[in-house]
């Protein structure tokens, strides 16, 4: 589970990661299909949902914003063009500084992190690539970046991760 957090941090770090993400199965779940019906997912009953522009959807807590889940899903891969998933992850892999190919649930991903200023706010970015059957997804969970070791944004991370891990491509 979310391996990639695990990655290069010492123990101390790993044992809070997992207790956090272990303590994400507990929260009960609501279920979401996409308007195009390419994909759907299991999200925290805490979170609301909301459609943005066409293919793109927004998951986050409304009471209380610790982060936002977005999720942009696009048809790119016809059967003239088998294989082209795999091309745009590779790519992916190339240009983002500090990428790397993890699993997210049963897919491959390309996951990266940037700090991005918006608005006068210092956000950091969870950014994943991923992708199946002709849909890529493109996906990021934005958190404020003064409050990104709160135990809360933690958590709310891992449910963000247990999202995008229990999506299925249709």
């Known amino acids: 589970v979310a391996a990639f957090l695990l ?3 010492d123990k101390k770090i790993k044992i809070l990661l997992l207790t956090i993400l272990f303590s994400c199965d507990h929260v009960g779940q ?3 299909e996409s308007s195009k019906g390419w994909f759907e997912l299991d999200y925290p009953e805490h979170w609301t949902q909301f459609d943005e522009e066409d ?3 927004l998951f986050m807590d409304n009471k209380d914003w610790k982060g936002n889940l977005r999720i942009t899903a696009m048809r790119i891969e016809s059967d003239k063009e088998p294989g ?3 091309r745009n992850l590779r790519d992916e892999l190339e240009q983002k500084r500090g990428s790397k190919m993890i699993s997210l649930g049963n897919m ?3 996951y990266w992190t940037k700090e991005v200023e918006q608005d006068g706010d210092s956000l950091f970015v969870y950014n994943w690539t991923t992708g199946d059957k002709g849909t890529l997804l493109v996906c990021s969970f934005v958190v404020d970046k003064d409050k990104i070791d709160q135990k809360e944004v933690k958590e709310e991370l891992g449910y963000a991760i247990k999202a995008l891990e229990s999506i299925r491509i249709r």
């Open 84 to 86: 082209r998933i795999k």
């Open 7 to 9: 990655a290069k941090v």
């Open 108 to 110: 491959d991903a390309v």
């Open 30 to 32: 609501q279920h979401f």
């Open 55 to 57: 293919g793109t959807y």
